[in-house]
């Protein structure tokens, strides 16, 4: 494959989009990804086309078409294939593409199976793409992804200094009612530096019991080294944690202690002052001048704010246990903002289900969205330097 070629497929998939807009998005996605399917084969036999190599570990083996259902419609796929003994290729970047859009297709599909369906799942059904709808079919392609994204959920865990849990409500039908089910999500820096999702749960609140029982879930997969959790004050999760993770650290969200203070300010023109000054306390060189700068404001509103006042010297603290950790860290460890953005993209691509038709439905669309996010996050660079006191400079 040349860089000609290469150039050649770019160019031809920005001439549809110039020409035809909208209607040459489904070609330019073909092109594209056919280019890339190519790409990535050449890297999974270590060369290129007819390039003779010590090295090469098998041989380009021509394509097999494929019809893949996706949202702008149906798109004819040339998959490269491979030969050689030992050799095996799929290409990673259609199957990232295709898990989850499966799994939002099944989570609407059950629906329909089960009676709920209406006009606007019809129409999403349309939209998404040719899925059957019969039970057998769903039951089927359920299995299939279930096994791919189980065996994720319950992958082996290792050394994970830095951890950060949030969690989120879906619409679930449980139990012939509609229920805020809670989604619980873990996320981790590993020894390595690598952002890593490490679990999910699905559970009927966020009570004590359901923190502990997920916390316990991934020590089990072998989760160890963990120096400090990051999350917001979550009711239940503050008695599990220290059950389950006694003696680690635990670092509330700034940024959610500060949503927080406004719910204690007497007066709305007042909020802007005092988002400054906890900003100016969480923005402190060390802890030391923190809880300088935090004992002057909780004196500033001892007289105009006493609840305020009673709040802050309770509650900010637990915001202030990001100072212990090395100067390159704290940053991107003081709030769950990596968690919330995850949160976000959740919600953008559940929201089309709008109603889970059992749990099982809702965990399947999660862990695929998640799973994906994983394996992004492991081709990218490192989110930490965990050494970086090797740092020169």
């Known amino acids: 494959m040349t860089r000609q070629e290469e150039f050649n497929s770019a160019e031809k998939a920005m001439q549809l989009l110039a020409e035809h807009g909208m209607d040459g998005l489904a070609e330019a996605v073909r092109i594209l990804l056919n280019e890339a399917m190519r790409i990535e084969r050449s890297q999974a036999l270590n060369a290129g086309p007819y390039e003779r190599t010590g090295e090469r570990l098998g041989h380009a083996n021509g394509y097999k078409p494929k019809t893949v259902a996706t949202r702008v419609g149906p798109i004819r796929f040339d998959i490269p ?94 139990g012939g009612r509609v229920l805020g089910l809670a989604v619980l999500i873990a996320v981790g820096i590993n020894a390595t530096g690598q952002r890593e999702v490490l679990g999910l749960s699905v559970s009927l609140s966020e009570a004590e019991v359901h923190w502990r029982e997920f916390l316990k879930s991934l020590q089990e997969r072998g989760l160890h080294g ?7 004050d979550h009711a ?81 603290p637990e915001g202030l246990t990001v100072f212990s950790l090395p100067a390159q860290h704290r940053r991107r460890l003081r709030t769950t903002n990596m968690l919330e953005r995850l949160n976000k993209e959740l919600k953008r691509r559940t929201r089309v289900a709008t109603l889970f038709p059992n749990e099982a439905s809702a965990m399947r669309l999660v862990s695929a969205i998640l799973m994906e996010t994983d394996e992004d996050w492991q081709t990218q660079n490192r989110y930490l330097n965990m050494h970086p006191e090797d740092e020169t400079g």
């Open 236 to 316: 239940g999760l503050k008695a599990a944690f220290e059950a389950r993770l006694p003696g680690v650290a635990r670092q509330r969200c700034q940024f959610h202690l500060q949503q927080n203070a406004g719910s204690h300010v007497p007066r709305v023109s007042m909020r802007k002052a005092v988002a400054a000054d906890l900003r100016s306390v969480f923005d402190a060189p060390d802890r030391a001048e923190a809880d300088r700068r935090l004992g002057i404001i909780t004196e500033k509103y001892r007289k105009s704010a006493p609840k305020l006042s009673e709040w802050m010297e309770e509650n900010v």
């Open 81 to 174: 294939q491979v030969r050689g003994e030992g050799v095996e290729f799929y290409p990673s970047a259609l199957e990232r593409g295709l898990r989850s859009e499966r799994a939002l297709k099944l989570a609407v599909a059950e629906m329909y199976v089960q009676g709920v369906s209406t006009r606007k799942v019809t129409e999403v059904m349309e939209k998404l793409c040719g899925l059957g709808v019969t039970s057998t079919e769903v039951s089927r392609a359920a299995a299939l992804l279930d096994e791919q994204l189980d065996e994720w959920r319950t992958r082996p865990l290792g050394e994970t200094p830095y951890v950060l849990l949030d969690a989120r409500y879906e619409k679930v039908r449980h």
């Open 226 to 232: 963990v120096k400090m959790i990051t999350s917001d």
